[in-house]
């Protein structure tokens, strides 16, 4: 059933090509990943008059081919095939290729409709693309750091140094870009700034906050602290009672988080390491309560963005 009228194509994504299905239509067909392909998936979908497409996160390969629909008027949704192969297998669908991909994409935008927050943004694309960079670069750093460089061959030891040494510049480079690309974009750079006058949030958090989470200040805090994956989920039958555990959500946000509250809640933060204080002193293991003190922090940002506001800890400290 179409969106209020609207005919929604699911795109599944390759290399060297993609398989598109309209399902509402019964419709299905493959193009080539080439210039001449994007011109006939547009040609085919305006003739079947599609007026979204729908395609999952593909390691950068759905990117020409949203760039080519947009450009031609056809909004165009990403989605996480995580979220896309769950509601498959709930489906009860097994299968897996290509065209079944495509008709499953179509399904699920048909079923979810789009969430506040995943708009298409060029801007924030391009900052979210540099902030994943430069945190793989952070964790190559922290491998290399993390070997034991005394026990290897002096020409080992040399070549680790080099790597080192290229990748301080490297991250040094991004974070240059990072900056330049918030700073160039006033709805990025208001958003920056709110985030950075939180106590213990400097300008590394803060670009991670704006570009993983876009949904700040448009969705309920319920859902800001699912999105990040800070949200303990139940984990009970009958009358076994088990262990509240975190799980989902945009894992390399919450990672990049963790180290900035765990400063926040013990050391800069008045009312994170007061909401800490409370959590220690009835029992909380460290690292619960500075999951909890994360929550917190969510929480209250998305108030902040959605308010406008900076920091304020009056308005926060009993909360």
């Not at 799980?247 to 013990?266: D, I, K, P, S």
Request: hydrophobic share 45%; with cysteine.
């Amino acid at each position: 059933m179409a969106q209020n009228g609207l005919v929604v194509v699911g795109i599944d994504v390759a290399k060297d090509k993609v398989d598109a299905c309209i399902r509402m239509l019964a419709v299905r067909q493959r193009f080539p990943s080439s210039a001449q392909g994007h011109r006939k998936l547009v040609a085919w979908l305006r003739k079947h008059q599609v007026t979204k497409a729908v395609m999952e996160a593909s390691g950068g390969y759905e990117r020409d081919w949203a760039k080519a629909l947009r450009e031609c008027g056809i909004e165009v949704r990403i989605v996480d095939p995580k979220r896309v192969r769950s509601f498959a297998q709930s489906a009860g669908r097994l299968a897996k290729n290509d065209a079944i991909d495509a008709e499953m994409i179509g399904w699920f935008a048909e079923t979810f409709s789009e969430a506040p927050g995943q708009t298409h943004d060029a801007a924030h694309e391009q900052l979210q693309a540099l902030a994943k960079a430069r945190i793989s670069l952070v964790d190559l750093k922290a491998r290399l750091q993390s070997q034991n460089e005394h026990a290897a061959p002096r020409l080992v030891q040399k070549a680790r140094e080099r790597l080192l040494k290229n990748l301080v510049c490297e991250i040094a480079k991004l974070e240059a870009a990072i900056s330049a690309q918030i700073k160039a974009t006033p709805h990025l750079a208001e958003r920056a700034e709110i985030i950075e006058s939180v106590p213990g949030l400097a300008e590394t958090s803060s670009a991670n906050l704006v570009a993983g989470m876009p949904e700040l200040g448009q969705v309920s805090d319920e859902i800001a602290v699912a999105l990040i994956g800070a949200a303990p989920y139940d984990d009970d039958s009958g009358n076994r009672r088990g262990e509240r555990h975190i799980r989902g959500g945009r894992r390399w946000v919450r990672n990049a988080l963790y180290m900035a509250c765990v400063g926040a809640a013990t050391l800069n933060n008045p009312v994170l390491k007061a909401c800490y204080g409370r959590l220690i002193a009835k029992g909380k293991k460290p690292k619960v309560a500075i999951i909890a003190c994360m929550r917190k922090l969510i929480v209250i940002l998305n108030t902040m963005v959605a308010r406008r506001q900076r920091w304020d800890p009056s308005r926060y400290a009993l909360n």
